[in-house]
């Protein structure tokens, strides 16, 4: 239990435009997801969290018109960069948490992003 | 703001040696974590530490947890070439944060 996927797993994009990146949790109900961007030989640096039904709360220093979040269902959020240039390049990662019992978040497997 | 301290950033052993990564926070807090990063991977989790005096043990890595001190550390026995890989510790509830990670490298 506990599988949390992301799509795409990478994808590049020109200069400009705007890329989703989805996080389904597969079997089990999210009430909360998060999401991660790491740059190369980096931490992870939380940006978002969202709760099912409600806007996302953003991390200091993340502009939320530029990185849209919406959490429409238990399932599902989507990550969209907006108007994406070359210093949004990096690895996003998702989590959720919500399993019964479990406080733990649990991580996608992450999704490369490349603006040319 | 909780802030999370890791050391050693970088550390190169040889197999059969053991050593142990540090990881400081800044606030009190009841969850811990260490995870596991290999090269273009995500994160797989290695431990969930909750209780002072905590200790867990999985093969060659045992973590425990001072919340007094608000010390964790990440012990590694005997190591081997497939435990190259950058270890992240990480503090707190849903606001979480992470250590910068010590990129480990076991050389035969």
């Known amino acids: 239990g506990a599988v949390v996927s992301q799509h795409p797993s990478w994808v590049i994009c020109k200069s400009g435009t705007s890329v989703k990146i989805e996080c389904r949790s597969l079997?089990?109900?999210?009430?909360?997801m998060f999401w991660y961007r790491q740059f190369p030989k980096q931490s992870l640096m939380l940006m978002a969290t969202?709760?099912?039904?409600?806007?996302?709360?953003?991390e200091q220093g993340v502009e939320k018109d530029k990185f849209l979040i919406n959490h429409a269902s238990l399932t599902l959020s989507t990550l969209t960069v907006t108007s994406a240039h070359p210093e949004d390049s990096s690895f996003y990662i998702c989590?959720?948490?919500?399993?019964?019992?479990?406080?733990?978040?649990?991580f996608g497997p992450g999704t490369r992003l490349t603006v040319t | 703001e909780l802030k999370v301290e890791q050391n050693p950033l970088f550390l190169s052993m040889q197999e059969g040696k053991n050593y142990t990564i540090y990881c400081n926070y800044s606030t009190t807090s009841d969850r811990l974590y260490w995870y596991r990063q290999d090269p273009g991977k995500s994160l797989e989790s290695l431990f969930v530490?909750?209780?002072?005096?905590a200790v867990k043990q999985e093969g060659r890595l045992m973590a425990s947890l001072d919340t007094k001190a608000r010390l964790s550390t990440l012990h590694i026995t005997a190591a081997v070439h497939d435990l190259s890989a950058t270890y992240f510790c990480?503090?707190?509830?849903?606001?979480?944060?992470f250590g910068a990670g010590t990129r480990l490298t076991v050389k035969p």
């Open positions: 990480a503090v707190g509830g849903n606001d979480m944060r």
């Open positions: 079997d089990f109900q999210a009430t909360t």
């Open positions: 969202s709760n099912e039904g409600s806007k996302a709360t953003y």
């Open positions: 530490l909750l209780s002072n005096g």
């Open positions: 989590s959720a948490t919500g399993l019964a019992g479990r406080f733990e978040q649990y």
